[in-house]
């Protein structure tokens, strides 16, 4: 008597609804995700005149809308963004950071870098992950610094908004960030 083996066709099915099942979800964080940085988007426009202006001109824009950061001596963040070339989503970001010294309390906040040029933006994508204060330089802009930013006096290769702080945090930068793409 011949004995059939009739599981292979039951398991390749499994993985076809997996992948399929997968795929949507992922599309779905994606789609809020996008929905979130098209939030935090147009709260940072409409707070910073200078982050309007380098919008036009700058190659392209990591947004982070939501940026979560607590410590007790040792603090940690981490948050999820999306690039936009030409206003169009390209890839999703994870922004990451360790930190350790005299800190104590929590925070949520958005950030978003400018990109000024092509050779800053080829660094998003270096294989170990982008660095902060590694590689292309780096502007915070502050209140004052964005009352006397225009395209004209923007020479850097980035500039970095921190915007919708809340809570309470000793210390905010973005220097030491680690920024790594993600599959999202």
Known sequence: MKRTNYSWPWLAALIVVFAITTNAHAQKDSQKLDKKVDEGMTKLMAASEAAKTLSKTAK??????????????????????????GGKTQGYYRTTAASFGLQAG?????????????????????????????????????????????????????????????????????????ITKTSK
């Open 60 to 85: 392209g824009i990591l947004l982070f809308p939501s940026v979560k950061k607590a410590g007790f001596l040792i603090g940690g963040q981490s948050g999820e963004g999306a690039l936009r070339i």
């Open 106 to 178: 929590a925070q949520k906040f958005g950030y978003a870098m400018f990109f000024m040029n092509d050779g800053a933006l080829a660094q998003l994508d270096k294989t170990e992950g982008f660095e902060v204060g590694v590689g292309p330089s780096v502007v915070v802009v502050d209140e004052g610094k964005a009352k006397t930013t225009t395209t004209t006096t923007a020479k850097d290769d980035i500039y970095a908004f921190v915007f919708g702080q809340k809570g309470l945090m000793a210390g905010l930068g973005i220097q030491g960030n680690k």
